[in-house]
């Protein structure tokens, strides 16, 4: 069965140094995984998905197919990174589509 | 442009009392779910409707039921509330994922419900 793991409940790091927000996955198929984002009082909200292998406000993740892993990160935190981070995979099942996400893990950049 | 309308914002119910979280979408999009986030178990989906006119369960169903009225409205009801269901939910739409490649999930702002 497909699985997203997140270890980390809570992640404390001071500003300007660097983070790294963990994610294992368990999947039989192709992963297409993606990371969301909610900040204090505000939806949550797409942060990066790995297929655009973009980078969004500095944070960057790439897939390690042979880990099992879509660790994201970013050189050098900020006070406005504090937020709630959602690791998710796309699978397939049932004849649609749909993301399972992890459970979560909380940022708080530390002035 | 709203993009995704939950109501209400907050909630306070007794055991045993019934409601309706109402969801409402503006973009146009196929598919609409509910999820349930819990500290500590992150979110887990309840129900999903992936075209007008179909429902299917996701990950926890039970102690509840679900509507789509339209194109644009998912509704989630609580027959008979317990507090087990003391949650935030919170309703998402987007385009079917996997046909729209890498389609986002958009999520409203969340219904905040305790029940007592």
């Known amino acids: 069965a497909q699985r997203v793991t997140q270890p980390e409940k809570l992640l404390s790091v001071f500003k300007g140094a660097p983070v790294e927000l963990k994610c294992n996955y368990s999947?039989?198929?192709?992963?297409?995984l993606f990371w969301y984002v909610q900040y204090s009082r505000q939806r949550l909200q797409l942060l990066l998905r790995?297929?655009s292998r973009e980078s969004i406000k500095g944070f960057t993740a790439d897939l390690n197919k042979g880990e099992t892993s879509f660790h994201l990160k970013k050189p050098f935190a900020q006070e406005e990174d504090s937020a709630m981070y959602y690791c998710a995979l796309l699978y397939s099942g049932a004849g649609s589509y749909q993301l399972t996400f992890g459970k979560g893990t909380k940022l708080s950049v530390i002035p | 442009n709203a993009g995704v309308t939950q109501t209400p914002k907050f909630q306070v119910l007794k055991t045993g009392q019934s409601m309706t979280l109402q969801c409402a979408q503006d973009?146009?999009?196929?598919?609409m779910y509910w999820y349930r986030q819990d500290p500590g178990m992150g979110l887990r989906l309840i129900y999903y409707s992936a075209s007008e006119g179909t429902t299917d369960k996701g990950e926890v169903p039970n102690g509840y039921n679900v509507s789509r009225l339209n194109k644009r409205e998912f509704s989630l009801r609580l027959e008979s509330a317990a507090p087990s269901q003391t949650s935030v939910y919170f309703c998402?739409?987007?385009?079917?994922?996997?046909?729209?490649?890498?389609?986002?999930?958009?999520f409203g702002n969340g219904t905040r419900l305790t029940v007592t």
């Open positions: 998402a739409s987007s385009e079917p994922l996997g046909q729209a490649y890498n389609s986002p999930l958009h």
């Open positions: 973009m146009n999009h196929n598919s």
């Open positions: 999947y039989s198929g192709s992963p297409e």
């Open positions: 790995h297929i």
